[in-house]
């Protein structure tokens, strides 16, 4: 069943931000509809030490800095959608989206760290941030590298009314 706005209460709350403080945070930005590319996106917007994004980006377009606790922050004009951010993030708090991958169709790239792993073209689940499904989706690869640990990253299509909304995808029932 499809949750609303309503249902969300917020990362005190859920463990997760929902939009309202999403967009209230510097460190959130949605890539603009007419982006060509995909782009990193980082919801970590609690302030937390860290800053293994910041020294994974060989673009250096997420900055930390000096101060351990600032929000990273994406150069949407250095990103190039390379992905390493995403499996580098120990948080799980960055993925890729593009809005128009292909007519009607957004782009995701995620991390998962579960198994069974999606196969490509296998049809998913896609979720939200409270891990409520929202549509489906479809597997266009699954990035699994040695560098990348344990954490692979998917890529996806959904139907882009959705854009904002997926994060993930439900996870895959075990055999
Ligand atoms: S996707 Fe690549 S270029 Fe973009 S922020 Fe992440 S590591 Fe840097
Ligand atoms: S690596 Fe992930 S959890 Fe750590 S600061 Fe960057 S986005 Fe936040």
């Given at each position: 069943?499809?949750?609303?706005?309503?249902?969300?209460?917020?990362?005190?709350?859920?463990?997760?931000?929902?939009?309202?403080?999403?967009?209230?945070?510097?460190?959130?930005?949605?890539?603009?509809?007419?982006?060509?590319?995909?782009?990193?996106?980082?919801?970590?917007?609690?302030?937390?030490?860290?800053?293994?994004?910041?020294?994974?980006?060989?673009?250096?377009?997420?900055?930390?800095?000096?101060?351990?606790?600032?929000?990273p922050i994406v150069d949407l004009d250095k990103c190039n959608g390379c992905g390493i951010c995403v499996a580098a993030c120990p948080g799980l708090a960055i993925y890729l989206k593009k809005h128009t991958f292909k007519e009607g169709l957004a782009y995701i790239a995620f991390p998962y760290e579960y198994v069974p792993l999606p196969v490509e073209g296998q049809t998913i689940k896609m979720v939200d941030r409270l891990g409520q499904v929202v549509c489906d989706g479809t597997v266009l690869r699954v990035v699994k590298i040695k560098k990348n640990d344990r954490t692979a990253v998917v890529h996806a299509t959904y139907p882009n009314g959705y854009y904002e909304q997926v994060v993930n995808m439900q996870r895959l029932a075990t055999d």
């Open positions: 069943m499809e949750h609303t706005m309503s249902d969300d209460k917020g990362l005190k709350v859920s463990g997760a931000p929902n939009l309202a403080e999403l967009h209230a945070s510097p460190c959130y930005q949605l890539p603009a509809e007419d982006r060509r590319a995909l782009a990193a996106v980082i919801e970590c917007i609690e302030g937390i030490p860290c800053n293994p994004c910041e020294t994974a980006c060989p673009q250096h377009a997420i900055i930390v800095g000096d101060e351990i606790t600032n929000l």
